[in-house]
């Protein structure tokens, strides 16, 4: 039995951060997958289902629907150690998932798109895609700074930033082509987050 339903695009970071976090919960939900410009995605945009117009989106018992994956893992964790209750702790976890947002992702994440998702290859010029790797490598260095000699992104333990950071630097090399032999301590960090109890793949979708 579950109460949580969660809209999400099983190639998608953002998606997996959700799908990441409520493994470690151990929290069931029922999955509605949607993949881009399928009939469903669609079909959810049509009818309104996509407050904010992106995946993932987290629907709750009553129906009220939680977008923007960030919220959601704050959501989801709020009462618990992922989510820090100390004042500053959380303020240096949230720190972390808006720079996430609003650095990262829109450099790690779009290059990988630009080489995986075959609609999007006219946009990745050869300037575009070198300057996004030279401005990656830049944001993955403050990262491996943080890391050298800290376990966790924002404080002493696991939290929502290393859940939200996690999805797409782990696939950074694989799939965005940086150069991951630069970053030591972020290739150590990524072992220790595959390693918590609970822990799945990104192509882990539940049935
Ligand atoms: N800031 C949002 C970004 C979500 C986002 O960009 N979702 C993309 C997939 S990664 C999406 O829903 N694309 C489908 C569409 O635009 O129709 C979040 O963190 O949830």
Redesign the pocket.
Known sequence: MTDLTLYS?PT?G??YKVRLLLALLGRPYRHIGME?ESPA?EDA?ATGKLPL????VLELPDGTRI????AILCYLADGTDWLPADPVKRAQTLAWMFWE?NQHEGVIAVRAALIFYVSRKHLATPERMYELLDRGHDLLGQMETRLADHDWIATDRPTVADISLYAYTHSSGEKGGFDMTRFPAINRWIERVAALPGYVKLTDIPA
């Open positions: 695009m998608s953002n998606s881009y995605l945009h117009k992106k995946l993932p977008p923007e994956s960030n947002q």
